[in-house]
C-alpha cells in the first residue's frame, strides 16, 4: 500500500482528483469505479473545475458506483443516484449511457446484484476505484461480517452506519436499513484502487483498516492484499498510523 498523508481535505481531494485526472488523460476510455459521500466530494468539485478548463475530456469513461440504498427512489433528495446527478453527471461529459449505478428497486434484487457484476466484466474491468471508508470500515457498504463478500450483494446496514447517514435524512427512521453494494471481491477486481480518508473521527478505524490484521470485521483491511493501492489520508484521521 501507498500510503500518502497529506495535510487536511483540501490536500486529499487535489491530489486525488489529479490522480483520477491522470488516469483518464492516459487512458481516455477509463472504467472508474464511483463513491458518494462526503469524502469525495471536494475530489468531484475539483474535476469539474479541471473539466470546464478543458484539462480533462470524460467523453469516453465509463462508470459504476458501488452501492445504493434499497427502496428509495431513485429520485429521493438522498439516493445516491440522486448524489450523482447532482455532484459528478450534471458537471462532467460522461455520456448517460456509459454511467452506472446498482438499482436499489430491482424487482429481483438477486438478479440486479448478478447483472451487476457481468456489466462491470463486460466493460473489461474497474482500471481505477475510489473508496472512502465507513467509521466500521465498510468499504462500499459492506459492512462487519464473519466472511467478505465477494460479488455484489445486498446488505443490511449497520446500527453505526445508519446513525452516520442519517446527518442527511430529516429522521433516522428515514435511513433505508438494506442497500445493494459492490462486494468486497468485486472491489478487489479493480486493477488500481484509491482510498481517501478524512478527519479525526476515523483515526481508529483507519489504523485498524490499514496497520491491523486483515478481518472481514473491518471490510477494508482486505485492502492490505490488493497489489496496487494508494492511500490518501489527512493528518487528522492519519494520527495514529
Ligand atoms: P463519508 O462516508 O465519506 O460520508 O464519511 C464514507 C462511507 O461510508 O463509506
Given at each position: 500500500m501507498d500510503i500518502r498523508v497529506v495535510k487536511d481535505y483540501e490536500e486529499m481531494s487535489r491530489v486525488a482528483a489529479e490522480i483520477i485526472a491522470r488516469q483518464v488523460r492516459h487512458k481516455p476510455e477509463s472504467v472508474l469505479g464511483l463513491a458518494t459521500g462526503s469524502t469525495p466530494e471536494g475530489v468531484y468539485a475539483i474535476l469539474a473545475d479541471k473539466f470546464k478548463s478543458g484539462e480533462v475530456d470524460f467523453a469516453k469513461v465509463s462508470t459504476f458506483n458501488l452501492d445504493e440504498y434499497c427502496g428509495l427512489p431513485e429520485s429521493d433528495d438522498q439516493s445516491?443516484?440522486?448524489?450523482?446527478?447532482?455532484?459528478?453527471?450534471?458537471?462532467?461529459?460522461?455520456?448517460?449511457?456509459?454511467?452506472?449505478?446498482?438499482?436499489?428497486?430491482?424487482?429481483?434484487?438477486?438478479?440486479?446484484?448478478?447483472?451487476?457484476?457481468?456489466?462491470?466484466?463486460?466493460?473489461?474491468?474497474?482500471?481505477?476505484?475510489?473508496?472512502?471508508?465507513?467509521?466500521?470500515?465498510?468499504?462500499?457498504?459492506?459492512e462487519p461480517s464473519s466472511e467478505f463478500s465477494d460479488g455484489t450483494t445486498i446488505v443490511h446496514l449497520d446500527e453505526s452506519t445508519i446513525e452516520a447517514n442519517s446527518r442527511f435524512f430529516i429522521?433516522?427512521?428515514?435511513?433505508?436499513?438494506?442497500?445493494?453494494?459492490?462486494?468486497?471481491?468485486?472491489?478487489?477486481?479493480?486493477?488500481?484502487?484509491l482510498l481517501m480518508i478524512s478527519g479525526e473521527k476515523k483515526a481508529e478505524i483507519a489504523y485498524k483498516a490499514l496497520k491491523g490484521p486483515v478481518t472481514p470485521l473491518v471490510s477494508a483491511s482486505k485492502l492490505q492484499e490488493h497489489p496496487n493501492v494508494t492511500v490518501i489520508i489527512d493528518e487528522a484521521a492519519g494520527r495514529l498510523l
Open positions: 445516491y443516484h440522486t448524489f450523482m446527478e447532482n455532484h459528478v453527471f450534471s458537471k462532467l461529459n460522461i455520456a448517460p449511457e456509459n454511467t452506472h449505478i446498482p438499482d436499489g428497486n430491482a424487482k429481483s434484487l438477486e438478479k440486479e446484484c448478478a447483472s451487476y457484476d457481468q456489466k462491470i466484466a463486460e466493460s473489461g474491468g474497474v482500471d481505477l476505484q475510489i473508496l472512502g471508508i465507513g467509521i466500521d470500515g465498510h468499504i462500499g457498504f459492506n429522521d433516522k427512521t428515514l435511513v433505508p436499513t438494506t442497500a445493494i453494494t459492490m462486494g468486497v471481491g468485486t472491489i478487489m477486481k479493480a486493477r488500481q484502487i
